[in-house]
């Protein structure tokens, strides 16, 4: 069987050594000049057919001998056509280690998360358990729920993250509502921390989905109050230009390093202030940037330390955040 498929593929070179040998016979048989010899022609077609059964065996071997080592480097192909799918076989190899590499680095990324998470949670259950052996405040209870519920919350869009394109829904959503129902959320800990608030809004509708909008602004405005001291400010405000719109979150806590401020967004990133003021998983700022760019949103932050933070949503007119779900045409 592996015979007849070697001499299929091999047909072009039978038939061009007949093609030759009947030229050759047809050139001596027409030239008036040479007299036929029936036993002339049956001996150099004897000599034909053992130069070609000797070349059909050589080219079965060395196709058996490039088979057995078509997985080595150095490995010689038999065709132009050989050379090219060898190529593309090994560009294929090189992307799925480079696939496979992908998948083992986001394992490692969510169990380093879960493992954090895990610690995170630990700190709020804790306290509620040391609550119940003594005097309960309604307060404290009520801050270390809010807790449980942010860090449960967070684990729940993080898991959600790779399946985002199946949960969500483009519609207008207007920002001074939205913020007014988180400040709202959040005024429990502006009154017990005497933080001031300041708001500049107006109705600005912008194109995006609101729940996952809603988990981006409270995000910001958590770490807003997480690095803001007793008796601090921050400040809300929408922007609207010929460009884009924007939502501008702004406090005079802290600061944030200038050395940390590029990395601030990237995945897992606590910097300074996290491993200093307060623990974090640093997930939070990366969420809200990977939801934001799949909304058609980005975030930009600026800061000095110890005199503000200011974060902007930015929601530009000009982009369309459904061209990211449709897959570019290519042509063949």
Same mark, same amino acid.
């Given at each position: 069987?592996?015979?007849?498929?070697?001499?299929?593929?091999?047909?072009?070179?039978?038939?061009?050594?007949?093609?030759?040998?009947?030229?050759?016979?047809?050139?001596?048989?027409?030239?008036?000049?040479?007299?036929?010899?029936?036993?002339?022609?049956?001996?150099?077609?004897?000599?034909?057919?053992?130069?070609?059964?000797?070349?059909?065996?050589?080219?079965?071997?060395?196709?058996?001998?490039?088979?057995?080592?078509?997985?080595?480097?150095?490995?010689?192909?038999?065709?132009?056509?050989?050379?090219?799918?060898?190529?593309?076989?090994?560009?294929?190899?090189?992307?799925?280690?480079?696939?496979?590499?992908?998948?083992?680095?986001?394992?490692?990324?969510?169990?380093?998360?879960?493992?954090?998470?895990?610690?995170?949670?630990?700190?709020?259950?804790?306290?509620?358990?040391?609550?119940?052996?003594?005097?309960?405040?309604?307060?404290?209870? %009520?801050? &270390? @729920? #809010?807790?449980?519920?942010?860090?449960?919350? /967070?684990?729940?869009?993080?898991?959600?993250? =790779?399946?985002?394109?199946?949960?969500?829904?483009?519609?207008?959503?207007?920002?001074?509502?939205?913020?007014?129902?988180?400040?709202?959320?959040?005024?429990?800990?502006?009154?017990?921390?005497?933080?001031?608030?300041?708001?500049?809004?107006?109705?600005?509708?912008?194109?995006?989905?609101?729940?996952?909008?809603?988990?981006?602004?409270?995000?910001?405005?958590?770490?807003?109050?997480?690095?803001?001291?007793? %008796?601090? &400010? @921050? #400040?809300?405000?929408?922007?609207?230009?010929? /460009?884009?719109?924007?939502?501008?979150?702004? =406090?005079?806590?802290?600061?944030?390093?200038?050395?940390?401020?590029?990395?601030?967004?990237?995945?897992?990133?606590?910097?300074?202030?996290?491993?200093?003021?307060?623990?974090?998983?640093?997930?939070?700022?990366?969420?809200?940037?990977?939801?934001?760019?799949?909304?058609?949103?980005?975030?930009?932050?600026?800061?000095?330390?110890?005199?503000?933070?200011?974060?902007?949503?930015?929601?530009?007119?000009?982009? %369309?955040?459904?061209? #990211?779900?449709?897959?570019?045409?290519?042509?063949?």
């Amino acid at each position: 069987m592996r015979w007849w498929r070697f001499l299929k593929y091999e047909k072009p070179y039978l038939l061009l050594f007949l093609a030759g040998f009947l030229i050759v016979m047809a050139t001596f048989y027409t030239d008036p000049a040479i007299a036929w010899q029936w036993e002339t022609f049956f001996y150099a077609l004897v000599l034909v057919l053992i130069l070609l059964a000797g070349f059909v065996i050589l080219r079965y071997w060395r196709n058996l001998q490039a088979i057995r080592h078509m997985h080595r480097e150095d490995a010689e192909n038999l065709s132009l056509e050989a050379h090219h799918y060898h190529r593309i076989l090994e560009e294929m190899r090189q992307e799925h280690i480079r696939a496979l590499n992908e998948v083992q680095a986001k394992q490692n990324e969510y169990y380093n998360f879960i493992v954090t998470w895990f610690h995170e949670i630990k700190t709020p259950i804790a306290v509620l358990r040391l609550m119940q052996q003594t005097e309960m405040d309604r307060k404290s209870l %009520d801050e &270390e @729920v #809010s807790r449980i519920e942010h860090y449960v919350d /967070q684990a729940l869009y993080y898991a959600k993250l =790779d399946s985002f394109n199946q949960d969500y829904e483009i519609r207008n959503c207007d920002l001074e509502p939205l913020v007014k129902n988180l400040v709202k959320s959040h005024s429990k800990t502006f009154i017990s921390r005497k933080i001031r608030i300041q708001l500049d809004l107006k109705s600005t509708i912008v194109q995006s989905d609101s729940k996952w909008l809603n988990y981006i602004v409270n995000q910001i405005l958590t770490n807003s109050l997480k690095y803001t001291g007793d %008796d601090g &400010e @921050v #400040s809300i405000a929408t922007r609207v230009t010929p /460009q884009e719109k924007s939502l501008v979150i702004r =406090d005079n806590g802290i600061g944030i390093d200038p050395k940390d401020l590029p990395r601030i967004f990237n995945r897992g990133f606590t910097g300074t202030n996290g491993r200093s003021h307060t623990k974090s998983t640093g997930m939070g700022l990366y969420l809200a940037q990977e939801l934001s760019n799949k909304l058609g949103h980005y975030i930009t932050c600026e800061s000095e330390v110890g005199q503000y933070t200011e974060m902007t949503v930015h929601f530009p007119k000009n982009h %369309d955040p459904y061209m #990211s779900t449709v897959k570019p045409f290519k042509e063949l």
